[in-house]
């Protein structure tokens, strides 16, 4: 992650709960020891955004946080782990621990259910896949925790990849000109991937040399078969909006990804909370 560009945002997080408000550090200032604690099962993530925003919230004659134990990102962990515990200015766990919490929460869930789906296809020659479904202004966080959790990363939105989907196909009058179009200002190493639905629609897209990737979008799991017999070869192949089917029977028609929108969507909160020590 960009550290160039991950501290506005971590301040954007902060300022979020804070806004305007003064925050006096006192004379002399104190320091606590404190720790942040499982209150559940699952896959941590966000452990390295903890320093990092409490030493924003102090000036610099404060002290910054001395972090004393913190688990590995990706460590499994039980209810009752201590996840991290650290040293901080008394005034700045008061003001930041709420924004620290939520985002380790959120990353953290995001992680297990990322996880859970990478052990169920570990037996399968199969990469698993984010989307672009995202919370708006979280994406490049939520993503970080995907690759956390196991899997992989998406595009990160329109600017770095074409999927030809089928609102383009409609608005431009078929896959060929669809292509056509987004060509135009494709960069040279940049592939070019069309959504189908239907066999015609596979014949269409094989039709037009540009095209190297194929999303085969809510899908049988025979169209996935017949688009994996035709053209495994010479095509890339992402079975998408598969979510209700069988994800190992999915894997197993030889489907190169598998992207799904529930490893952020339908990730459920796992439960933290910060305890003084000290």
């Not at 910054?64 to 990102?73: A, D």
Request: proline residues 3%.
């Amino acid at each position: 992650m960009n550290e160039l560009w991950l501290e506005p945002e971590l301040k954007r997080f902060l300022l979020e709960d804070i806004g305007y408000l003064e925050i006096d550090f006192g004379v002399p200032a104190r320091y606590i020891t404190a720790e942040i604690v499982a209150g559940g099962e699952g896959v941590f993530c966000g452990g390295r955004f903890i320093a990092k925003l409490f030493n924003l919230l102090v000036p610099p004659e404060i002290r910054p946080l001395q972090m004393i134990h913190c688990e590995p990102e990706g460590a499994e962990f039980k209810k009752g782990t201590i996840l991290a515990s650290f040293r901080v200015n008394a005034e700045a766990l008061r003001h930041g621990t709420r924004t620290v919490l939520n985002l380790l929460t959120h990353l953290t869930a995001i992680a297990t259910r990322t996880r859970e789906v990478v052990k169920e296809l570990q037996n399968f020659s199969v990469t698993l896949l984010d989307t672009r479904k995202t919370t708006p202004g979280l994406r490049i966080f939520e993503k970080y925790a995907v690759r956390v959790g196991g899997a992989s990363n998406h595009r990160m939105g329109r600017f770095d990849g074409i999927l030809i989907k089928k609102e383009d196909i409609k608005i431009d009058g078929g896959i060929r000109n669809a292509v056509e179009k987004a060509c135009r200002k494709k960069a040279y190493l940049v592939a070019v991937s069309v959504e189908i639905e239907t066999l015609e629609e596979l014949g269409e897209a094989l039709g037009d040399k540009r095209v190297t990737h194929l999303l085969v979008d809510n899908p049988s799991i025979e169209l996935l078969q017949r688009t994996v017999e035709r053209c495994a070869s010479t095509h890339i192949i992402e079975a998408s909006g598969v979510g209700k089917l069988d994800l190992r029977e999915v894997a197993a028609t030889g489907v190169h990804y598998i992207s799904l929108s529930s490893l952020i969507l339908g990730a459920k909160t796992i439960k933290m909370k910060m305890r003084i020590v000290s």
